[in-house]
């Protein structure tokens, strides 16, 4: 299923350098430009990180017939575009960077413009959306009578994320969740500013996002408060919820909102809830901002570029599947990693176009372990064996067994160790329902965790 980011486009263009010296004309810093890169930026930002991470992603927006306009167009190559015309010049925002610090930014053509008109192209491809992110830059188009129609009857069917913007238009109802910082959701609930780690006092991020949640009749508010993570606040739980955040060193916090808007909208397609969903993004924000935010980012333009495969193991298998690929699921504790997993895993991927692990939690593993199980917790386990080459996602469950897990993610090929050959799996009949098959690969019983634990204790 295809996600829709609706809103403004914008080209962006970075003049990055070096300072090390001031002018002699004024005390500023005087900056040698060493590279010039134009992306795209805003609404064009959101389609293209999802591109990037091989989510079937369209576009709609309004484009310039201008310089601007045929430079954005270029800079979002890869991303399937449904644009109408706009009688405006593009907006063009440019950032001078000293290393990885902004120094100053310049903005042209950026101011409001009147509501622009939608084709029926453009509603047409909203309509089909599995899920859908509205990037409001205050350009007018979420204002949009006809698409804010569109969007307030898909709202009770399909995921809305909302990004909004102090000049744009408010959320229609209904949507799943808004997405403003503590400064614009001040803005928008006309209280001033306060204090992010404050989330208890009255001007604090929970009781604006209350003031706003009834405002915007949403179902959800996700109120970013920088460093300190954020808050969200929903219909079904009046309580604040913080949602922290890893610290990382920032030098520009460029396109965070994005990259949280983004991820949200893709595990909120994917079936998790909007708690879950939340924690998920917040962390994938911190680590786009860690590995140095939109500077990361891939030139669409450049020769060879890799293009990454999301690791979302439902809308994995569902992208295998369009693309009419095999997808193979395995399963276990993998509780400490060892040669025998890393063979078994090699051969399992070996069968089909994609592997998925289905890992059992930490509650699920104590259970069927024992209480000094498991040894690793279960985010570093899935760690691990997402950095195997042959694994290409993880599927972490509750249960003591795999059923539900398999019964959402449907493999055409569920496969077990070797110890299981020659008895029929405890999970054939469930896999074949749907027509997939259960497999054996080779067992390596010298192999195992509880040999290398035992051994481990030995020498500690």
């Known amino acids: 299923m295809r996600i829709v980011v609706v809103g403004d486009a914008i080209l962006d263009v970075d003049l990055s350098g070096e300072a090390t010296r001031l002018s002699p004309d004024a005390p500023v810093p005087v900056v ?23 989510w079937p992603v369209t576009l709609v927006t309004v484009l310039a017939d201008d310089d601007a306009g045929r430079q954005l167009e270029a800079a979002l190559a890869g991303v399937r575009l449904v644009a109408g015309p706009s009688s405006f010049p593009s907006p063009v925002k440019t950032r001078v960077r ?42 007018g188009l979420a204002a ?23 000049s744009g238009a408010p959320p229609v109802p209904g949507v799943a969740v ?74 520009d916090p460029c396109g965070a909102g994005d990259r949280l808007a983004a991820s949200l909208a893709v595990h909120l397609l994917a079936g998790r809830d909007l708690q879950d969903a939340s924690v998920l993004a917040v962390h994938e924000a911190a680590d786009f901002l860690a590995a140095g935010g939109v500077a990361s980012l891939p030139d669409p333009s450049a020769p060879g570029k890799a293009r990454h495969r999301t690791t979302e193991p439902l809308l994995l298998a569902r992208s295998v599947r369009e693309n009419g690929g095999t ?42 372990k024992g209480e000094q199980r498991p040894i690793m917790g279960q985010q570093d386990r899935a760690e691990l064996l997402l950095a195997l080459e042959c694994v290409d996602a993880v599927m972490i469950f509750d249960e003591d067994t795999p059923e539900a897990a398999l019964d959402r993610l449907r493999p055409d090929i569920w496969v077990k160790g ?41 020498v500690s």
Request: charged share 20%; proline share 7%; aromatic share 4%.
């Open 32 to 54: 040698d430009v060493s590279g010039i890169r134009r992306r795209a930026g805003g609404a064009g930002l959101v389609a293209r990180m999802l591109a990037e991470d091989g």
């Open 98 to 139: 000293a290393g990885s610090h902004p120094v100053v930014r310049f903005d042209q053509g950026c101011g409001p413009t009147p509501v622009p008109e939608v084709t029926p192209a453009m509603l047409r491809a909203v309509e089909k959306a599995g899920a859908i992110i509205v990037a409001d830059y205050g350009r």
């Open 144 to 166: 949009n009578a006809q698409l804010r129609e569109l969007l307030t009857r898909l709202a009770d069917d399909v995921p809305i994320v909302w990004d909004p913007h102090p």
């Open 178 to 251: 808004v997405t403003p910082n503590l400064s614009e959701a001040h803005k928008a609930a006309g209280s001033g500013t306060a204090a992010p780690g404050n989330m208890a006092s009255s001007n604090g991020a929970g009781d604006v996002a209350g003031v706003l949640l009834d405002q915007w009749r949403s179902r959800a508010v996700l109120v970013t408060t920088g460093e300190h993570g954020a808050v969200l606040l929903t219909r079904r739980d009046p309580t604040p919820q913080l949602v922290p955040v890893p610290r990382v060193e920032v030098g």
């Open 327 to 368: 997808v193979v699921a395995t399963g276990g504790c993998f509780d400490l990693l060892h040669a025998g997993h890393v063979r078994s895993l090699a051969a399992a991927r070996e069968l089909g176009d994609c592997l998925i692990v289905c890992l059992n939690s930490d509650a699920s593993a104590h259970r069927l």
């Open 418 to 458: 070797g110890d299981y050959k020659g008895a029929r799996l405890p999970e054939a009949e469930l896999v074949e329902s749907w027509g997939g098959r259960c497999v054996t690969v080779p067992y390596h019983p010298a192999r195992s965790t509880t040999l290398l634990a035992d051994a481990l204790a030995k």
